[in-house]
């Protein structure tokens, strides 16, 4: 094949998925000359699950994203059709937004903003080689000759990688929703020293929404009080579209149960890890036998379309047997389906063969991003993304990494589980994962990362304002809410809550910590009448969590000891006296970055970690 030169770049995106799109626009905005390469134009930021942004701890992610100058929380609310908060009858740390997209809608703005990026080339086509000179990135070639001559990559291919989809006995080299996939890249990744492996996915079937008799089913209508995601935004739509709640029954896990034998994860045709906390329907009634019924949500795809989204109910059962399914269900009686369900597998690599900066360690200036590194869900590709494409940025800039704590950003959590500890399944952020979520949570995103995204120079000036505004204004609030009412009015509030009258003058603040919410106090006196509902409610949870709060930053500021004690890149763990054999493998293998990574790597034990210290003190390798 004849080679030709496409053009000279800084940075390389290959994939244009939601890790793509944030690789790419971080790589831009910070002023690099930056090439996309994507399969087909028409999946820039496709969603090929559920249309939907947020959710359990997602929701937390995106609001980092948005914290951070990323695009994915501005583009959700611009194309939202309803907002969700999320477990509002739990504590402010696990509660999490999540908000139904119109699915074109999405695409089209995200590829909108994609083309009017400065310094950002966007191309179709496909990367087949990743070009290497001494151990650096040189270029990418496509599978039709032309070569991308650049000093970084970042790589984010989704599960494109040697993608097949798989429904019932029929088997299909293909990507989601029917592109194509990619065929080329994976020999070359394995070439390069990539470790590479099997994960599998799925989806569930679109039904003409004429044909659901939404009667029979619970309506689920939005939430017209929360906050947006991006900090940019003041307000959700007044106006949204509902969704709809229906069950599976028995007749539905008897048809399940009867043709598992036809089943392609039962009869042995997929083999590879699918993800464990979004279950395919027959793996849920399997599983868990003894429930008689399981919840179905019927969400749409989007306003220019009648594609109904059945949650829930992902498959890979023959197209006989999910008709059947399907139509077994309350509401979805006489439900003809547009699209199919199917199981879709595909290449992805072990993340211990990367750095927390998300650089892989045998090719230097080679970065990964999204489902490539085993996780699953837009909002954890597009986090990665963004980290992927900040990095490499910051790299060719010649200034420091970004590397965020599991004490700063979810987004620390999730690249800090899966470098330190791998995946064997596809990975899910949850926030039981984060051992600091109540420091963690939405409403302070801002307050936690958009210095760090304008020191890195990918926060606007217009977003910097708006942070230093709401950071100023929670300050005032929690002054203001610290000033004492008329006793009066602080004792006619106790009684209207049935409780206890105070015996000294009491705060605003000193209700709160008595049970009685901001909103009650503020609907009784005129306390933080100038400030917005975002102000008023981080304010809120800093007063009504206080004494949570400090016990978790003494915490934070005891491990942070360690976490700043970075380990020299020149270690010869496998040479260390006193280290266990499965220490010495563990830590050769991850190369942490800190004493503090060391310590939460399996198979490294605090005896280790002192056999560490020690070394490092006799051999006067001073820790930074």
Not at 304 to 318: C, N, R, V
Request: one cysteine or more.
């Amino acid at each position: 094949m004849h080679n030709f030169i496409e053009g000279n770049f800084d940075i390389i995106v290959i994939g244009a998925g939601h890790a793509g799109c944030e690789a790419a626009l971080a790589c831009a905005r910070t002023g690099l000359k930056t090439a996309m390469l994507t399969l087909n134009l028409d999946s820039i930021a496709f969603m090929a699950c559920n249309p939907s942004i947020g959710g359990t701890a997602k929701g937390h992610l995106v609001r980092e994203i948005d914290a951070l100058g990323g695009e994915m929380g501005i583009n959700a609310d611009e194309t939202a059709m309803q907002f969700k908060m999320l477990n509002i009858g739990k504590g402010a740390a696990v509660q999490s937004l999540r908000c139904q997209c119109d699915k074109n809608a999405y695409h089209r703005r995200m590829k909108y903003v994609l083309e009017h990026t400065r310094n950002l080339r966007i191309v179709q086509g496909e990367a087949a080689r990743i070009l290497v000179k001494e151990g650096t990135v040189c270029g990418v070639e496509t599978a039709y000759g032309g070569i991308f001559e650049c000093r970084a990559v970042v790589i984010a291919t989704g599960v494109y990688l040697n993608a097949r989809t798989i429904t019932g006995e029929v088997i299909k080299d293909s990507g989601p929703n029917g592109f194509a996939p990619a065929t080329e890249l994976t020999a070359n990744l394995m070439e390069l020293g990539f470790n590479v492996r099997r994960f599998k996915t799925g989806t569930p079937a679109r039904i003409d929404f004429r044909t659901i008799d939404a009667e029979k089913c619970g309506v689920q209508e939005g939430d017209t009080t929360v906050y947006p995601f991006s900090f940019m935004h003041d307000s959700v739509p007044a106006e949204q579209t509902p969704c709809y709640l229906t069950y599976t029954n028995r007749a539905t896990h008897e048809i399940i149960l009867s043709n598992l034998d036809r089943s392609p994860l039962y009869n042995g045709t997929i083999g590879s890890t699918g993800p464990r906390y979004c279950p395919s329907i027959e793996t849920k009634v399997v599983r868990f036998a003894d429930k008689e019924r399981h919840q179905i949500f019927i969400e749409p795809e989007g306003a220019d379309t009648l594609e109904a989204y059945i949650q829930g109910m992902s498959s890979s059962l023959p197209h006989d047997i999910q008709r059947d399914m399907y139509r077994s269900v309350a509401g979805l009686e006489h439900c003809d389906i547009m699209r199919y369900a199917y199981a879709i597998e595909y290449d992805c690599i072990d993340t211990l063969d990367i750095y927390p900066t998300l650089e892989f360690k045998k090719v230097k200036n080679l970065y990964t991003a999204g489902q490539i590194n085993g996780t699953s869900g837009y909002e954890e590709a597009a986090a990665q993304g963004l980290m992927a494409g900040l990095n490499a940025s910051l790299k060719l800039r010649g200034r420091e990494p970004l590397v965020l704590g599991r004490d700063e950003a979810y987004i620390g959590v999730l690249i800090d589980d899966l470098v330190t500890k791998g995946t064997e399944e596809p990975y899910r952020m949850m926030t039981s994962r984060a051992e600091h979520r109540i420091e963690l949570r939405q409403d302070n995103a801002d307050l936690r990362l958009t210095q760090k995204g304008y020191d890195c120079g990918l926060v606007t000036e217009e977003r910097y304002s708006r942070y230093l505004k709401r950071k100023d204004d929670c300050r005032r609030a929690i002054k203001e809410l610290e000033e004492r009412l008329p006793a009066d009015v602080a004792d006619g509030i106790l009684r209207g809550k049935c409780l206890e009258e105070g015996k000294k003058p009491l705060s605003p603040a000193d209700l709160i910590k008595r049970g009685v919410s901001l909103k009650d106090i503020c609907g009784a006196t005129n306390v933080l009448a100038w400030a917005g509902q975002s102000v008023r409610e981080s304010a809120e949870v800093e007063i009504k969590y206080d004494g949570y709060l400090k016990k978790g930053r003494e915490q934070i500021a005891r491990t942070k000891k360690l976490e700043d004690k970075l380990l020299p890149e020149d270690i010869d763990y496998l040479h260390i006296d006193g280290l266990r054999l499965e220490a010495r493998e563990k830590l050769d293998k991850v190369r942490p970055r800190s004493l503090g990574q060391a310590g939460r790597i399996s198979g490294v034990s605090p005896a280790d970690i002192s056999v560490l210290m020690i070394y490092l003190s006799v051999n006067h390798q001073n820790l930074k």
